[in-house]
């Protein structure tokens, strides 16, 4: 990732400075501008700045972090700049804000500012081959398979009562291969969510063999909670 990003063209932003001396500070990284331009691109920054804060950019989505991400900017004339900017939005819906998504595409907007008529409209965007992390995405369907904001599930009640009846950790493993076979691979209402996307044909199978190791060792991890101490 960080050589993809080191060859970009790419400037970098100080909000401080941007809102105090309403110039440019950002420093243009392996791209070459003639002065004239570097003039022009220097005066564009506050008023694309003005134009976000006035709700003027064409995504609202975009937030104040993402500002310091466009990259390629393009002189148009001396009154028009083209830049672009890239997302990473979670492919199946998960939060990954701050943190590096387990399935997206590069998804490239290309804008374009006017600075007389006050605008900034999206050209186009653009979407790449989407990269999974197989791993980490089992970790999130964990994660909201057992993370609950109000009570405890049905079936989250059902394992630990059940798991409190093993007496060893050897059934206590097969308890959870039996509720991994009932809640994933018999129960298919957990895939609705990645049903309908287009995905590479081995996704399931991945997705359940990285779940697999995830889940097992969790319900153990219950049942060794609820018979801690029991020998003694």
Same mark, same amino acid.
């Given at each position: 990732?960080?050589?993809?990003?080191?060859?970009?063209?790419?400037?970098?932003?100080?909000?401080?400075?941007?809102?105090?001396?309403?110039?440019?500070?950002?420093?243009?990284?392996?791209?070459?501008?003639?002065?004239?331009?570097?003039?022009?691109?220097?005066?564009?920054?506050?008023?694309?700045?003005?134009?976000?804060?006035?709700?003027?950019?064409?995504?609202?989505?975009?937030?104040?972090?993402?500002?310091?991400?466009?990259?390629?900017?393009?002189?148009?004339?001396?009154?028009?700049?083209?830049?672009?900017?890239?997302?990473?939005?979670?492919?199946?819906?998960?939060?990954?804000?701050?943190?590096?998504?387990?399935?997206?595409?590069?998804?490239?907007?290309?804008?374009?500012?006017?600075?007389?008529?006050?605008?900034?409209?999206?050209?186009?965007?653009?979407?790449?081959?989407?990269?999974?992390?197989?791993?980490?995405?089992?970790?999130?369907?964990?994660?909201?398979?057992?993370?609950?904001?109000?009570?405890?599930?049905?079936?989250?009640?059902?394992?630990?009562?059940?798991?409190? *009846?093993?007496?060893?950790? !050897?059934?206590? =493993?097969?308890?959870? &291969?039996? $509720?991994? #076979? %009932?809640?994933? /691979?018999?129960?298919?209402?957990?895939?609705?969510?990645?049903?309908?996307?287009?995905?590479?044909?081995?996704? *399931?199978?991945?997705?359940? !063999?990285?779940? =697999?190791?995830?889940? &097992?060792? $969790?319900? #153990? %991890?219950?049942? /060794?909670?609820?018979?801690?101490?029991?020998?003694?």
């Amino acid at each position: 990732m960080g050589n993809r990003i080191e060859k970009k063209s790419s400037y970098l932003l100080s909000t401080f400075t941007l809102f105090q001396e309403q110039t440019s500070p950002f420093v243009a990284r392996n791209m070459e501008y003639s002065k004239e331009e570097k003039n022009i691109i220097d005066k564009a920054f506050p008023k694309i700045y003005e134009l976000f804060r006035r709700g003027g950019f064409p995504d609202q989505s975009v937030k104040e972090r993402h500002l310091q991400k466009l990259y390629d900017f393009e002189v148009l004339s001396d009154n028009k700049i083209r830049f672009k900017l890239d997302r990473h939005p979670h492919a199946f819906g998960f939060s990954s804000l701050g943190t590096p998504s387990s399935a997206y595409h590069t998804i490239t907007y290309l804008y374009e500012l006017d600075t007389e008529k006050n605008t900034i409209i999206k050209i186009y965007s653009e979407a790449g081959e989407l990269l999974i992390k197989y791993e980490w995405l089992a970790d999130e369907e964990l994660l909201d398979l057992f993370n609950y904001d109000f009570d405890e599930p049905e079936y989250i009640m059902e394992w630990e009562e059940d798991l409190q *009846k093993i007496d060893s950790e !050897e059934k206590a =493993k097969q308890y959870a &291969i039996t $509720k991994f #076979v %009932e809640t994933y /691979e018999q129960d298919t209402y957990w895939f609705i969510k990645y049903d309908s996307k287009d995905l590479p044909e081995d996704f *399931k199978s991945r997705l359940l !063999e990285e779940l =697999k190791k995830l889940f &097992i060792p $969790k319900l #153990v %991890e219950i049942w /060794e909670k609820n018979n801690t101490g029991d020998e003694n």
